[in-house]
C-alpha cells in the first residue's frame, strides 16, 4: 500500500504573536519545520516545538530561509551565496543544539518560502544551501536531508554532493502546468476546502498526479506531502487529509486481505492483517520469493475491483457509562447523548487484531474523530469495556491496563479460550453497537 510523509510549517510565531495551531498539528502530521528565527520563530518557540515534537514522535526539519522576517521570508534576497551558505549552517546548527536539549534530532532540511522557490532554478543559491548541510553533515558526522520541490535545482546537486534528497509536494497550493506552484500573488493559489485537499492528495499519492490549475493532470513522485500551517483551517485539512489517506490504505488492505484469502500463495499458513499490511506466512522459507511475488502480482494487477464481501452486522448491547464519556463529549463539543448516537449509529468494521488476545481495532466509515489517549493510563480497565483512542473503537476482552478513553461497558464475552475460534471480534467483522439501559 502507497505510504507518504505528512508534513507541515511550525513553530513559527515569535514573541507575543502568534501563528498557527502547532499543538493540534502535531497530533496529525509526521514531520515539523521548524522556523529558525530567520523569517519566522524564536528561541523560545523553536524549543517549545522542539519538545512538542519529541514527545509526539514527530520528526524534525530545520526551516530555513533568507533573513527576512519583515517579509515572512516571502522577498527575495540577492544575497551573496558564501553569506547564505554561513547563514544556512547557522539556522541548521542553532535548531540542531535546541532540538538535542529536548531530546530530538534535525533529520532534514526544507527552505522556506522565496529562498525555496528560488533554488528550483538559481544555482549559485542552490549551491549555497548544499554546501552549507554538507558541511554541517561532514563536521557533525550526520546525515541530514533535504526536502524540496521535484524537479529542483537544488536536489539535483544535493544528490551530486551525496545528501539525501526528498521530494515534497503540497497539499493546498495549486500548481502550474509545468509542476511548480502558482503564485500566491494570483487567485486560486491557496486552496481551503478539507475535502477537496484530501482528494488531491489521494490521488497523487495512489496514482503520482495532481490536477494543475489549467485542468491538465502533472506527474509528481512525492515523498512527503506539506500542508502549511499559516494556511486558514490548517487543521482540519492535515486532518482530512490523514483520515482519507488512512482510510483508503485501510480499505486497499482489506482488499489485499481478502485476494490473498481467496487466491493465497503456494504454502500459505497463516494471514494477519494489521493497520496498513498483511503478515503472510508461509511453510518454509524456500517458498518466501513465490509469496513476495504474489503478492506483488496482485498488486500490479489492482485491487479496487476486489469485493471486501458483505457481513451480517453483529449487534453488541452497549451500557453508555463509561467513565470517559463526558470528556470526550466535551472534547468533540457534543452533548453524551449525541456522542452516543454518533457512536452507536456507526456500522464498525474490526480492521485488526492486536494489544492482547481478542482486542480488536475498530473503524467506521462516519466516524471522522481523532480521540486522544489518556494522558495518564489507568492500571485496570475492566473486561467488557468499550473505548476510543485515535480514529479506532477498541473493546476490552480481558481486564488490562490502558490509556484509551472508555465511553461504555459490554456483557458480551469477547474472549473465550474454549470457543473455536476465541475471538468474537474477528478482522472483517462487522459490529453493531445498541445502547442499552440495564
Known amino acids: 500500500m502507497a505510504t507518504v510523509d505528512l508534513n507541515a510549517d511550525m513553530g513559527e510565531s515569535f514573541g507575543s504573536w502568534k501563528m498557527g495551531d502547532d499543538e493540534s498539528l502535531l497530533g496529525i502530521v509526521t514531520s515539523a519545520n521548524v522556523a529558525c528565527g530567520f523569517h519566522a520563530g524564536d528561541a523560545v518557540v523553536m524549543g517549545r516545538t522542539c519538545k512538542a515534537a519529541a514527545e509526539r514522535g514527530v520528526c524534525v526539519g530545520a526551516h530555513v530561509s533568507y533573513r527576512d522576517l519583515a517579509g515572512f521570508g516571502r522577498n527575495f534576497v540577492d544575497v551573496d551565496p558564501a553569506r547564505l551558505r554561513d547563514e544556512v549552517i547557522y539556522q541548521l546548527s542553532a535548531l540542531r543544539g535546541v532540538a538535542a536539549v529536548h531530546g530530538a534530532s534535525v533529520r532534514y532540511v526544507k527552505p522556506h518560502g522565496a529562498l525555496y522557490n528560488t533554488i528550483v532554478h538559481h544555482e549559485a543559491q542552490a549551491r549555497a544551501v548544499v554546501e552549507a548541510i554538507v558541511a554541517v553533515n561532514s563536521a557533525t558526522d550526520s546525515d541530514v536531508a533535504i526536502l524540496g520541490l521535484p524537479g529542483a535545482l537544488v536536489l539535483d546537486l544535493a544528490e551530486q554532493q551525496g545528501v539525501r534528497a526528498l521530494r515534497e509536494a503540497f497539499a493546498d497550493r495549486a500548481y502550474n502546468p509545468d509542476g511548480t506552484l502558482v503564485s500566491r500573488s494570483q487567485e486560486g493559489s491557496v486552496l481551503h476546502d478539507p475535502d477537496e485537499v484530501a482528494e488531491r492528495v489521494v490521488k497523487l499519492v495512489t496514482q503520482g498526479v495532481v490536477t494543475a490549475i489549467d485542468g ?116 468533540l463539543d457534543m452533548t453524551t447523548d449525541e456522542l452516543v448516537k454518533h457512536h452507536s449509529d456507526q456500522l464498525w468494521t474490526v480492521e485488526f487484531a492486536g494489544f492482547m488476545p481478542g482486542f480488536g481495532y475498530m473503524s467506521g466509515v462516519d466516524w471522522p474523530y481523532r480521540i486522544p489517549r489518556r494522558s495518564s493510563p489507568r492500571t485496570r480497565i475492566p473486561p467488557g469495556s468499550i473505548a476510543l483512542a485515535d480514529g479506532f473503537t477498541g473493546a476490552y476482552p480481558q481486564a488490562s491496563p490502558g490509556g484509551w478513553q472508555i465511553i461504555g461497558t459490554t456483557e458480551v464475552t469477547l474472549w473465550d479460550e474454549n470457543a473455536d475460534p476465541p475471538a468474537l471480534l474477528l478482522p472483517g467483522a462487522v459490529i453493531k453497537f445498541e445502547a442499552v439501559t440495564s
Open 216 to 331: 491538465t493532470e502533472v506527474s509528481i513522485q512525492a515523498d512527503s506531502v506539506c500542508v502549511h500551517g499559516d494556511t486558514p483551517g490548517a487543521v482540519a485539512m492535515a486532518t482530512a487529509v490523514r483520515d482519507r489517506l488512512e482510510l483508503d490504505d485501510a480499505g486497499q488492505r482489506r482488499r489485499l486481505h481478502r485476494a490473498l484469502s481467496d487466491h493465497p500463495a503456494e504454502g500459505t499458513v497463516d494471514l494477519v492483517p494489521a493497520q496498513t499490511t498483511v503478515l503472510v506466512q508461509v511453510e518454509s522459507a524456500d517458498l518466501l520469493p513465490g509469496a513476495v511475488a504474489h503478492v506483488q502480482d496482485l498488486l500490479a494487477g489492482g485491487l479496487d475491483a476486489v469485493e471486501e464481501g458483505s457481513r451480517e452486522p453483529l449487534p453488541v448491547p452497549v451500557r453508555y457509562d463509561g467513565l470517559d464519556l463526558s470528556d470526550v463529549a466535551d472534547l
